[in-house]
């Protein structure tokens, strides 16, 4: 719903318009890979009555690969098509719903994800009670992390080019963890960040990112205090789902 957002997925869309999805209800019920991120959006069918307000992007072909690996297409999703109004006209539009083995109707969907959804849906001038109803949203409640501190001993030193060497290696904001031994949840996910630095990754999926972000901003530490917190965050829970084996240099 937020044009940063699906930029940040690697999708430049051509156009856009305000869309409707009749007999069908947001839900936030997908969990999130990594706990601390609550639930994600979902749809769910209706009553007749009930709608889901959006956005229609119309993208070329080239892009669908690239967001079908961002939704973990096949796994935590799939992809199907639906039957949007849109200026008084019915036409078939792609959507992602839940894959039953991530489907947990206890989560409820982080702060970060809910203002990315809620600024979306203003710039888009969507319908001012859907809008309202975001707003009121529970939220998933994350703890409070410390500071993240690698364990103790001598690590080896990675650099990008290295890290690609190591299939089942992943990195985030000068830490590398091995995924190898990674609950069965994280298996897609061994492929999709496996030999990859993910931070400008998450960076870019911040609820305040203007999608500008480059890895120089992060050799040169021009972060700020969001910024280091979110990935702090992160780096919390890859020590929890990974083991730390090492650490990044950025130049």
């Not at 069918?45 to 119309?58: F, H, K, N, W």
């Not at 990859?196 to 021009?222: A, P, V, W, Y």
Request: glycine share 8%.
């Amino acid at each position: 719903m937020n044009l940063i957002s699906l930029r940040a997925k690697g999708v430049e869309p051509t156009s856009s318009q305000s869309a409707v999805l009749p007999g069908w209800r947001l839900r936030f019920n997908v969990q999130h890979f990594f706990r601390h991120e609550g639930g994600v959006g979902n749809i769910q069918p209706a009553s007749a009555r009930e709608q889901v307000d959006g956005i229609l992007y119309t993208c070329p072909d080239q892009y669908l690969e690239p967001l079908d690996a961002t939704e973990a297409c096949g796994f935590g999703y799939h992809r199907t098509t639906v039957d949007v109004l849109s200026k008084n006209e019915s036409v078939s539009a792609y959507t992602y719903i839940g894959m039953p083995d991530f489907i947990d109707d206890s989560c409820l969907p982080s702060r970060r994800y809910l203002n990315i959804l809620i600024e979306g849906a203003r710039q888009a001038g969507l319908d001012r009670n859907f809008i309202q109803s975001l707003s009121k949203q529970a939220v998933h409640q994350a703890k409070v992390y410390p500071p993240f501190s690698p364990p103790a001993g001598d690590f080896p030193l990675f650099h990008s080019e290295t890290l690609s060497r190591y299939p089942l290696y992943t990195g985030l904001y000068g830490a590398v963890f091995d995924m190898s031994s990674a609950r069965p949840l994280h298996e897609y996910l061994k492929s999709f960040f496996g030999g990859r630095d993910m931070t400008l990754f998450h960076l870019k999926r911040l609820d305040s990112s203007n999608g500008c972000e480059t890895i120089e901003d992060i050799r040169q530490g021009r972060l700020n205090m969001s910024q280091r917190r979110y990935l702090n965050d992160y780096l919390n829970e890859y020590a929890r789902e990974y083991r730390y084996v090492g650490k990044i240099i950025y130049n």
